[in-house]
């Protein structure tokens, strides 16, 4: 199957420049293309990842994927959907965020430092140098004031105003596509729909500098919306990162694993590399047994082991396990840390207690010694997964996870932390 045949199967392209033409481009040989991110952070979301997967699934056609990492573009400030000017960073933490991002692309994409999985470049490498004059006189002369006023992206801030700062940033996205074009023969630029007008007007550039036959193209993928109509990206706790230390893969898998039925067949196309034929099966199990959700524990598992990798995932699976099982004695203090950071928490010193006293006074997990000794007695409580029933009971390190903290569940469902203090 051509790639772009592929492409428009998982409702994955929005706009193209020249259809015909870049169909048989891509039939007949391999192309290099490339997409860009700025390093306005420190790590991807789930968001950006969106055409990235683009890139993947024409590298895995047999294409060269190129990433460019916007130290330049990103040093003044995209204002594709913004509705007021970003604050500018300070050039080294632009060039921190650069290094961080560089290195999950690697990840991403399987390269090592010097390898072969990607060509990955930093704009700042050709633009870093530039003077203005140059700038003015070889690619200010080129851009109409009329035509970038009328792109959505200048457009759409005009009432509430825009410097001249990020009114210049078409114009510089413009050069990175020429310059990859000229010196790397990259044909095609990838991007989200909110930078169609920065991609055609490189590929306006490109024809005014190479001739009008250059063989240049531009395809932007769809604002993706979760049936609820929101914007997709973000879970109820924020932004869902590609950096474990902001999302733990723990949360990863489970952020997938959760998602609405609706969404499934979507998200399987946009983010699996799982064949047309098993998708369909997949969305067939779902409408027949949707209970089993099976599905969502492919797209998890399949998410999951493409950012984070298989040990991640593996680890991910058994903490899930774990937790709808209650059988939480096999897992590591850090994989109970990881899981339960979000339920309620207590502080403590632990000094050999009764229970009771523990759930009463120390914490208030149960409301009075007489509700508290009722839990223990019918077996509602348990610590360290361990049911205690014995009314008697004396809390000891024995009892916590490395001396760092105690986990108490009381019911089914309902955990507890209590962390440890000297």
Same mark, same amino acid.
């Given at each position: 199957m051509n790639i772009i045949d592929e492409l428009e199967w998982r409702d994955a392209i929005n706009q193209q420049t020249d259809e015909d033409g870049l169909r048989e481009l891509v039939g007949k040989e391999s192309i290099a293309l490339y997409c860009g991110i700025d390093p306005t952070g420190d790590s991807m979301h789930i968001g950006h990842l969106i055409p990235f997967m683009i890139l993947k699934r024409f590298q895995?056609? +047999?294409?060269?994927?190129?990433?460019?990492? +916007? +130290?330049? @573009? +990103?040093? *003044?400030?995209?204002?594709?959907?913004?509705?007021?000017?970003?604050? &500018?960073q300070t050039m080294e933490q632009v060039q921190e965020n650069a290094d961080k991002l560089s290195a999950q692309m690697r990840k991403l994409f399987n390269a090592g430092e010097e390898d072969s999985g990607i060509r990955l470049y930093n704009n700042m490498d050709w633009l870093g140098g530039m003077k203005f004059l140059d700038f003015l006189r070889e690619f200010g002369k080129e851009f109409n004031i009329n035509t970038m006023l009328a792109k959505d992206v200048v457009s759409s801030r005009l009432d509430t105003g825009i410097s001249f700062t990020e009114f210049?940033?078409? *114009?510089?996205?413009? *050069?990175?596509?020429?310059?990859?074009?000229?010196?790397?023969?990259?044909?095609?630029?990838v991007g989200g729909s909110d930078q169609w007008g920065n991609i055609t007007a490189g590929l306006d550039l490109i024809r005014k500098k190479e001739g009008s036959e250059a063989e240049a193209f531009g395809l932007t993928i769809p604002l993706l919306l979760k049936a609820d109509g929101t914007k997709f990206g973000k879970s109820a706790d924020g932004a869902v990162w590609l950096d474990p230390e902001k999302t733990t893969p723990y949360e990863f898998y489970q952020f997938w694993f959760n998602q609405d039925d609706r969404d499934l067949d979507?998200?399987? !196309?946009?983010?699996? /590399?799982?064949?047309?034929?098993? *998708?369909?099966?997949?969305?067939?199990?779902?409408? !027949?047994?949707?209970?089993?959700?099976?599905?969502?524990?492919? &797209?998890?598992?399949?998410? @999951?082991? /493409?950012?984070h990798g298989q040990d991640a995932l593996d680890e991910a699976i058994k903490i899930s396990k774990a937790l709808f099982s209650g059988d939480v004695q096999d897992l590591t203090a850090e994989q109970i840390e990881m899981s339960f950071k979000d339920v309620p928490s207590f502080e403590a010193t632990l000094e050999d207690t009764d229970l009771v006293s523990l759930l009463v006074d120390v914490t208030g997990i149960s409301p009075s010694r007489r509700q508290a000794r009722e839990d223990i007695k019918n077996g509602a409580i348990y610590l360290k997964g361990e049911r205690i029933q014995d009314l008697g009971y004396t809390v000891t390190d024995a009892d916590s996870y490395d001396g760092r903290f105690i986990l108490v569940r009381r019911g089914k469902k309902k955990y507890f932390m209590v962390h440890l203090t000297n």
């Open positions: 895995l056609a +047999g294409h060269q994927p190129v990433v460019l990492i +916007g +130290g330049g @573009t +990103g040093s *003044i400030g995209d204002p594709s959907g913004r509705a007021s000017e970003r604050q &500018l210049s940033y078409q *114009i510089i996205q413009s *050069i990175d596509f020429l310059h990859l074009f000229k010196e790397e023969n990259v044909q095609l630029q979507k998200y399987l !196309k946009y983010f699996t /590399f799982l064949s047309k034929e098993e *998708i369909e099966e997949l969305a067939e199990l779902t409408e !027949k047994e949707p209970h089993k959700r099976v599905a969502q524990k492919v &797209l998890a598992e399949e998410m @999951t082991k /493409f950012v």
